[in-house]
């Protein structure tokens, strides 16, 4: 029996040492950087990109030694050099098995052709290049870029949206059903997206003294068409009385939700909202400024403003040459009389452009050559193409002030001058 126990004592520790000798796999970092994305099974038929559809791409996990927590996103592009890529999100981005979304694939061949909401040309279906990327979060040098596959005949359609809006209901809009026969109405309580597709909303209004209830709709449904943001799920009211910090609320959202926003307003006065759709939070910011970066803008460029070049690098220049359209219209128009003293002994001279991207492109005046048109009187409408030709107003003041209206829907320039007094 002793010689037994002695036995099993030495098998024992021949096991321990056994253990000890074996090294844990341990995570490596492939030198060559690369992983595999499998050339799609439907890569050479006809593929016509549709709303609500998807498809997916499959990849290998790069030779980390060990199964990770990887992450994985994907580029496309026109041509395989990918001279230009856009960004495609993934449903999961921490599975090889990479799903992308008809309509995200759409829009980005939408910008990599350089279509907009108003600007779209039907192609035939073509090369669409993909390539993956799979990284270990907070590991630096984890980074791994894959082959490329290609789909050789997508046939994509016009995803691009205009910029969108919700709108603001409650008492300070007079509780005016939200649907489409009050259209008319809430064309006057519209947020409008700070960017396409951001799905961040802003918009300033004119809140009364006394209490305020408020929610907001994403669409002019009903009460019940399921549209409503709210600050709770439930048709209460929650008071944030006493909860602004420094003027300003910011809280959570509910989306569908029924719930006002409630709190006294001690006097008449601007109010900021900002209501983002993504991350389901609100911000409320009482007395401040009304925040026109947060509308669409054209630009005034001309001897007015002193011929500054229209790019990026003189956006500030600019902020005070901008025309808004404040409520989703296509109706630019300034928000207060603009300035010039041109008495030098020229005309006030200008003509819009729409983006500062220089001086070739954006730009709407009075004829497509680049000459001056001149124009007699002080309170105008005047047609404008797209074209270089400014405007010369003979008939204006030197020195004084104009209040201008774009109206894109109809593609008019009203100009208004006043001389300095």
Request: proline fraction near 4%; include cysteine.
């Amino acid at each position: 029996m002793k010689k037994f126990s002695i036995l099993l004592a030495c098998a024992a520790m021949l096991g321990l040492a056994s253990c000890d000798s074996t090294d844990d796999p341990k995570m490596t970092l492939p030198e060559d950087k690369t992983f595999v994305l499998n050339a799609p099974a439907f890569a050479d038929q006809y593929y016509e990109l549709q709303e609500g559809n998807s498809f997916m791409l499959t990849a290998s996990q790069p030779a980390y030694g060990v199964a990770v927590a990887a992450q994985y996103s994907v580029e496309v592009a026109l041509d395989d050099k990918f001279t230009a890529v856009e960004t495609l999100t993934t449903s999961d981005p921490g599975s090889a098995k990479i799903v992308i979304a008809d309509k995200d694939l759409a829009t980005a061949l939408c910008n990599l052709h350089g279509f907009d909401a108003a600007n779209y040309e039907d192609l035939p279906a073509a090369p669409v290049y993909f390539r993956a990327f799979c990284e270990i979060p907070n590991v630096e040098g984890s980074r791994c870029m894959s082959n490329t596959v290609s789909l050789n005949k997508v046939k994509f359609y016009h995803a691009v949206q205009g910029q969108r809006n919700i709108y603001l209901v409650g008492s300070v809009t007079g509780w005016t059903a939200p649907d489409e026969g009050a259209a008319a109405h809430y064309e006057n309580y519209k947020l409008l997206e700070t960017a396409i597709g951001s799905d961040v909303y802003t918009g300033s209004f004119t809140f009364p003294a006394g209490e305020v209830a408020f929610r907001f709709y994403s669409a002019l449904t009903g009460w019940d068409g399921g549209a409503s943001i709210g600050s709770q799920e439930a048709d209460e009211g929650l008071s944030i009385e006493g909860k602004f910090v420094d003027n300003v609320y910011e809280g959570p959202a509910f989306i569908p939700g029924k719930g006002n926003w409630t709190f006294t307003m001690t006097e008449e006065m601007n109010v900021n909202l900002t209501v983002d759709v993504k991350n389901k939070t609100v911000k409320f910011e009482l007395g401040g400024d009304v925040n026109y970066d947060a509308y669409p803008c054209v630009y005034v460029v001309g001897n007015v403003e002193g011929w500054k070049g229209p790019d990026e690098a003189n956006a500030e220049h600019y902020a005070d040459w901008r025309l808004f359209d404040t409520d989703g219209t296509g109706i630019y128009h300034s928000v207060k009389p603009m300035e010039y003293d041109t008495s030098d002994g020229a005309c006030p001279m200008f003509r819009i452009y729409t983006k500062l991207e220089g001086w070739d492109a954006n730009s709407l005046g009075s004829q497509v050559d680049d000459n001056p048109k001149d124009e007699t009187g002080l309170d105008l409408t005047l047609n404008y193409v797209e074209g270089k030709g400014a405007w010369n107003f003979v008939s204006a003041p030197a020195k004084g002030s104009m209040e201008l209206v774009l109206d894109t829907n109809k593609k008019t320039l009203e100009v208004k001058f006043s001389a300095a007094e």
